[in-house]
């Protein structure tokens, strides 16, 4: 029997910072459902502020946001609550009636640039070529490094210029140093052109 | 099988003949022991060479015998087409060198990457008096990508640390050596065409100044010569720097050819933006022609404190061998091949 208290429970609005709190697994009689969304969910946020005094109560479940805690509660009543051997815990796969609420993919803590447009590549090694007076047969491509085309600082310097001219654009020093491939030269044409 | 002690081709000792080849082949496993020792392949044989104390047959070369003398070893990748010889520099190489020379989709290219290394190599290893394998050679890299060396902590050479660093063009490969001073060195050809108008690059990435003594040369010829020569020792100095391109950009300093002290670098205003602290200006330059075919700067830190403002600072030392390792070497300094410009 859940604790109730005598006093009206204040709702609390929603706040910045953990929404939730991950429970431990151990000592837990839990659905299946509930064992798979703990086991998925992202890294343990910050520590959480301090309980209120009557929310630290005999069951885990109690200690969970209130908002959280009816969604549960919920889920909880459809089926009947199996105890489960925490060591041996096999369950089906969710269907999508068991979740209340979607879990959102992690998001990548690292920027993955997009690829540059086509056409940019396409004139950053036309301008490689030429710069580079490299046969008609060389293949160049996004991937090819500069290192790789037998391009020196000279005509690293005079490609960069070339490919301002070209696009209208003023390459900072900083910035051209990290270009090693076409794909870098154009990323970073797009990004210029597109400020 | 024949049966021999426990090789360990551990790197810090020197070679000891290389062990017969006998492989024992069962079930299309090779067994060797060297192979499950290190997981590092059995050297290819080296014809020519007899034994392996390969690196031993490297000449001593005169030691440095200052911070300001600067050796600069060099070799000419078309002159050396035989190829055992060139497996054979191959095989002083690191894996993760031959690694990188492989990823190489030109041949040309590849044969320059191994060169280079090989030719590092075997330099390094003869200022340690040969006593250090070309083959143990580790390297380190700086934030912005300086390649240093790695030397072992108990090694008495580590207290007079050799400074190196590497240039090449097509036709040239140079390799340059001081002891206890950061070293930058650059090497162009003295025919190489620049596809873009030689005042508007030096307007792109040189001082105002340098522009103006460009523009002041009327024969478009002398003037590209000239822009040749700031290119390299303005290279020349950002290599020693070893920060990098953005580290030191070319208009945030000047460099003045015909001064009375020789070659002086100087900053320019937009050097003092913040960022730009570390350029300083304690160093010596020096530029010769090389064969009449190259220009080649070589750019070493100037740590004397004696430096008065009538003192001029010492020229540089510099001796310049053309090399072919492990078969000849040729000094050639003091020769016509090598003509200081400054």
């Not at chain 1, 209208?168 to 044409?189: K, P, R, Y």
């Not at chain 2, 050479?157 to 050799?162: D, I, K, M, R, V």
Request: hydrophobic share 35%; glycine share 4%; proline share 9%.
């Amino acid at each position: 029997q859940p604790r109730r208290s005598i006093r009206p429970m204040p709702r609390p609005r929603a706040k910045p910072g953990p929404r939730y709190k991950t429970a431990p697994l151990t000592s837990f009689d839990a659905h299946p459902t509930l064992l798979l969304l703990l086991s998925v969910l992202p890294p343990r946020p910050p520590p959480p502020p301090p309980t209120h005094p009557h929310r630290a109560g005999l069951s885990p479940l109690s200690r969970l946001p209130h908002g959280l805690r009816r969604r549960f509660r919920r889920l909880l009543r459809q089926r009947p609550v199996k105890t489960i051997n925490a060591n041996s815990v096999s369950f089906s796969a969710p269907r999508k009636d068991n979740v209340s609420f979607r879990l959102q993919p992690v998001p990548q803590r690292f920027s993955v640039r997009c690829a540059a447009k086509k056409e940019t590549v396409e004139k950053v090694c036309d301008i490689v070529k030429s710069q580079l007076a490299l046969a008609d047969d060389t293949v160049v491509s996004g991937s090819s490094t500069f290192a790789d085309l037998g391009a020196d600082s000279l005509d690293t310097v005079e490609i960069v210029m070339g490919l301002e001219e070209a696009f209208g654009i003023s390459v900072e020093e900083s910035s051209a140093q990290t270009i090693a491939t076409v794909e870098d030269a154009a990323n970073l044409i797009d990004s210029l052109v597109a400020n | 099988m024949r049966h021999h002690h426990l090789l360990l081709r551990c790197r810090a000792m020197p070679l000891l003949p290389l062990p017969p080849r006998t492989l024992r082949v069962s079930g299309g496993l090779v067994h060797h022991r060297l192979i499950r020792c290190h997981g590092m392949p059995i050297p290819r044989r080296t014809p020519g060479v007899s034994g392996g104390r390969l690196f031993a047959s490297l000449p001593l070369p005169p030691p440095l015998q200052s911070p300001r003398e600067v050796h600069v070893w060099y070799l000419c990748p078309d002159e050396l087409n035989n190829q055992s010889q060139l497996n054979m520099y191959e095989e002083l190489l690191s894996p993760s060198e031959r690694e990188y020379a492989d990823s190489m989709k030109a041949t040309m290219l590849r044969k320059d990457v191994v060169l280079s290394r090989a030719l590092l190599r075997t330099t390094l290893s003869r200022y340690t008096g040969c006593k250090i394998d070309p083959r143990s050679f580790e390297f380190k890299k700086n934030k912005f990508g300086k390649p240093e060396v790695l030397w072992p902590l108990d090694d008495s050479t580590a207290e007079q640390p050799l400074h190196f660093n590497i240039s090449h063009t097509t036709s040239l490969i140079a390799c340059g050596i001081a002891i206890n001073a950061h070293i930058g060195i650059d090497v162009e050809e003295k025919k190489r065409n620049t596809t873009k108008n030689i005042l508007s690059l030096a307007r792109r990435y040189f001082t105002p100044s340098e522009v103006d003594s460009l523009a002041e040369i009327s024969d478009s010829d002398a003037q590209r010569k000239e822009f040749l020569k700031l290119w390299t020792l303005k290279e020349a100095y950002v290599k020693a720097l070893g920060m990098g391109f953005s580290g030191a950009p070319f208009s945030t300093f000047s460099i003045m050819l015909e001064t009375s002290k020789g070659i002086r670098i100087s900053k320019t205003s937009n050097a003092s933006r913040p960022g730009y602290d570390h350029l300083s200006e304690n160093w010596l330059f020096t530029l010769a022609e090389l064969n009449s075919s190259h220009y080649m700067s070589v750019c070493i830190e100037d740590s004397s404190r004696s430096q008065g403002p009538e003192d001029s600072p010492a020229p540089v030392g510099l001796k310049v061998w053309k090399t072919v390792p492990f078969v000849e070497d040729t000094l050639v300094s003091g020769t016509e091949a090598v003509k200081l410009i400054a």
